[in-house]
């Protein structure tokens, strides 16, 4: 099958050039890479436009203007855009395994979507993989494990035999859009992202909610498609289920009320869409 990556990206050029470096030696390489970015300058898209010439598959730029936090909506415009069966959403500051797109394949199966994680990289090992050093997939990795949203020491390898239990259990770990997969007719039935939810946080959570509504189940992906998450500030507010954020009324309505499709969604990029849907 076709696998599309679409990594969100904005205003950091110097991390996408990593992702950039893990993407292109992949063991099984995606048939596109599809750059969503959230308004970004030119550094951005020189780079892109540099990788272009000589990446192993298309690499390809879809740009927005720069009106706020609308990763939502830059999400959606990548996806509309692809022309894979699968999809694969990476954020621009991941540096994957090279057996990352292999397992996402692996554990792919109808009837689910796929939840992987991150090693948070500490800002020492930042600095050191962006100037050009090798990830670290490893439990000794310089990550802080002991972070809520970072992968656990106990999976910081890859055992594709334990991969495979894992996927089996009923917890499929936390939201996390910097590292999931679907396919991509799963997504268009739900209308993708909601592009009401602007500004950080639960656009993924929300998603993940109506594809369950809808009757898509969610697995985790621990020990296999591993990924380096770069230090950077955290943009998290201090508590992520503060019903005093728009976000989350929207999310917890979705859940509460069994929302399967969203209104404002994917369907909005009809033009995209056309070119996605109709490409040989």
Same mark, same amino acid.
């Given at each position: 099958?076709?696998?599309?990556?679409?990594?969100i990206t904005? &205003?950091? +050029?110097?991390a996408?050039?990593?992702?950039?470096?893990?993407?292109?030696?992949?063991?099984?390489? +995606?048939?596109?890479?599809?750059i %969503?970015?959230?308004?970004?300058?030119?550094?951005?898209?020189e780079?892109i436009?540099?990788?272009? /010439?000589?990446? +192993?598959? $298309?690499?390809?730029?879809?740009w927005?203007d720069?009106?706020g936090?609308? %990763? %939502?909506? /830059?999400? &959606?415009?990548?996806?509309?855009?692809s022309?894979?069966?699968?999809?694969?959403?990476?954020?621009?500051?991941?540096?994957?395994h $090279?057996?990352?797109?292999?397992d996402?394949?692996m554990?792919?199966e109808?009837?689910?979507?796929?939840?992987?994680?991150?090693?948070?990289?500490? $800002?020492?090992?930042?600095?050191?993989?962006?100037?050009?050093?090798? +990830?670290?997939?490893? !439990?000794?990795?310089?990550?802080?494990?002991?972070?809520?949203?970072?992968?656990?020491?106990?999976?910081?390898?890859? /055992?594709?035999?334990?991969a495979?239990?894992?996927?089996?259990?009923r917890?499929?770990?936390?939201?996390?859009?910097? &590292?999931?997969?679907?396919?991509?007719?799963?997504?268009?039935r739900?209308?993708?992202?909601?592009?009401?939810?602007?500004?950080?946080?639960?656009?993924?959570?929300?998603?993940?909610?109506?594809?369950? &509504?809808?009757?898509?189940?969610?697995?985790?992906?621990?020990?296999?498609?591993?990924?380096?998450?770069?230090?950077h500030?955290?943009?998290? !507010?201090?508590?992520?289920?503060?019903?005093?954020? $728009?976000?989350? *009324?929207?999310?917890?309505a979705?859940?509460n009320?069994?929302?399967? *499709?969203?209104?404002?969604?994917?369907?909005?990029?009809?033009?995209?869409l /056309?070119e996605?849907?109709?490409?040989p």
């Amino acid at each position: 099958m076709k696998v599309s990556v679409v990594v969100i990206t904005y &205003n950091w +050029p110097e991390a996408l050039e990593r992702v950039l470096d893990g993407l292109a030696r992949q063991i099984t390489l +995606p048939y596109e890479v599809i750059i %969503a970015d959230d308004g970004s300058g030119a550094a951005t898209a020189e780079v892109i436009a540099r990788r272009a /010439a000589a990446f +192993p598959v $298309p690499l390809r730029h879809q740009w927005q203007d720069d009106l706020g936090f609308r %990763a %939502a909506r /830059a999400r &959606n415009r990548g996806i509309a855009a692809s022309r894979g069966d699968y999809i694969i959403l990476l954020d621009g500051d991941m540096l994957v395994h $090279p057996q990352f797109i292999a397992d996402h394949l692996m554990l792919a199966e109808r009837g689910y979507f796929l939840q992987g994680g991150r090693l948070k990289a500490t $800002p020492e090992e930042s600095r050191r993989l962006l100037a050009g050093g090798k +990830p670290v997939f490893a !439990p000794w990795v310089k990550a802080n494990f002991d972070e809520f949203d970072g992968t656990r020491r106990l999976y910081a390898f890859r /055992a594709p035999w334990l991969a495979r239990w894992k996927a089996r259990s009923r917890n499929g770990g936390r939201v996390m859009s910097c &590292n999931m997969s679907f396919w991509r007719d799963d997504l268009l039935r739900v209308n993708g992202f909601d592009e009401r939810m602007e500004g950080y946080g639960a656009e993924d959570r929300e998603l993940a909610a109506r594809l369950e &509504n809808a009757g898509v189940r969610r697995r985790a992906l621990k020990w296999c498609a591993l990924a380096v998450h770069l230090w950077h500030d955290s943009r998290s !507010p201090p508590d992520v289920d503060d019903m005093s954020l $728009p976000n989350n *009324r929207l999310f917890f309505a979705t859940r509460n009320e069994g929302i399967r *499709r969203c209104e404002r969604g994917i369907d909005q990029h009809a033009d995209l869409l /056309a070119e996605g849907d109709g490409a040989p």
